[in-house]
């Protein structure tokens, strides 16, 4: 059974710096990676997707890695604002086609 | 409307009532899906519609009873629930199920 586990827990940073949000998965025989953003009460909003045969994908300040072998992904924030502050969400999509999501990584950005 | 809208985006019910949760897409999509975001645990997926047809069913009590009417409308039917069913429950799209999942803003529920 696949198990996302991401680390810290939770975050707090100084407005303006460059974060690393970690995300491992016990089995490599994915379809893809999404990374999420959910705000207090709110829904989810996709940030990224990586499918398995890519190696990162970038939006905006966003940075997404898969190794897929190894079982982890990153997600790089660059030069982080307090609207960044809000829970991030790693999932993996594996056979039989189900999305097997991480705990959750709290981050707030101090101003 | 665009995007993937829930309603009622909260609802109080008692352990006896019968209720509804309304899903509707409307980014052309032919998967949808049913979580469950309980407070300190990761999303469990309850329900998969692809194409109309119900492909998962992880294990979750009768008391929760989906329906999906056609490719753009998901339901999710309440009745008898336990005050433990309290959570936020989020609905989702994709085109194909090994595409990018499209989330709505999810109904909380709390059940007394």
């Known amino acids: 059974k696949q198990e996302v586990t991401q680390i810290p827990a939770a975050l707090s940073v100084p407005e303006g710096e460059n974060l690393v949000l970690n995300c491992s998965f016990t089995d490599s025989a994915i379809y893809n990676l999404q990374w999420f953003r959910q705000d207090p009460g709110k829904g989810l909003t996709s940030l990224l997707l990586i499918q398995s045969s890519q190696r990162e994908q970038t939006s905006g300040r966003l940075n997404a890695s898969l190794d897929k072998s190894s079982g982890r992904s990153t997600l790089y924030i660059a030069a982080s604002q307090p609207g960044d502050s809000a829970t991030y969400l790693c999932a993996v999509l594996g056979p039989p086609r189900q999305l097997t999501f991480g705990s959750g990584t709290q981050l707030t950005v101090l101003p | 409307e665009t995007g993937v809208t829930q309603t009622p985006r909260h609802l109080v019910m008692g352990m006896t009532n019968k209720k509804s949760l309304k899903c509707e897409q409307h980014l052309g999509h032919n998967a949808m899906y049913w979580y469950k975001q309980s407070a300190k645990k990761p999303l469990e997926l309850m329900f998969v519609?692809?194409?109309?047809?119900?492909?998962e069913n992880n294990s979750v009590p009768s008391r929760f009873s989906p329906e999906c009417p056609n490719s753009s409308h998901l339901f999710l039917h309440l009745h008898t629930l336990q005050p433990e069913d309290s959570a936020l429950y989020l609905c989702a799209s994709s085109q194909e199920q090994t595409y990018e999942q499209y989330f709505g803003p999810g109904t909380r529920l709390t059940v007394t």
């Open positions: 519609y692809s194409l109309e047809e119900r492909v």
